[in-house]
């Protein structure tokens, strides 16, 4: 079964498509400057050439959180939630939606891995984990991808 694993954004997203092993991680780029509705749209287009490629099953995806109070910010990653939701739902794909705190605890629990607390401090910690797992130097938004995949994969082993 192949999962498609997204750190969607606003402008930079993230993913990672394995199938019990990690085939592939990337990521793609969406004008911040664009309308929306073209943003939205985009994100489609970007599902669909994923999909086109790689022929997931499943797709799972980080869970939106308001950090220090930006609004707005919140409200377009809402309408990219959305955006990967109605997508799933057109293209008869199971999704699932992963906290931050979810995927950085199941693999600090299965994998020994200490996040830290500060952004920085995780986003580095992603980096270096998915350095020593994967041998991949991976940006940032990619290596978040990876691992809420590879969190996916280890709540899911039975299925793989």
């Not at 920085?120 to 990619?142: G, L, R």
Request: with cysteine; glycine share 4%.
């Amino acid at each position: 079964m192949k999962v498609l694993a997204l750190d969607q954004a606003s402008r930079v997203s993230g993913y990672a498509v394995y199938d019990s092993k990690l085939l592939k991680c990337g990521h793609f780029e969406i004008k911040s400057s664009l309308p929306i509705e073209q943003r939205m749209q985009e994100f489609m287009v970007q599902l669909n050439r994923l999909y086109r490629e790689y022929s997931f099953d499943e797709l799972v995806f980080e869970d939106i959180q308001l950090q220090a109070g930006n609004v707005k910010t919140y409200k377009t990653l809402a309408y990219i939630q959305a955006t990967i939701i109605i997508w799933c739902y057109n293209n008869d794909i199971k999704y699932h939606i992963y906290s931050p705190s979810h995927w950085r605890s199941v693999i600090k629990e299965k994998c020994g891995i200490t996040f830290g607390r500060k952004r920085a401090e995780q986003k580095k910690a992603a980096q270096d984990f998915i350095k020593e797992k994967f041998n991949i130097d991976a940006t940032e938004d990619e290596s978040d991808a990876c691992c809420i995949g590879y969190a996916y994969l280890l709540d899911n082993q039975s299925a793989f």
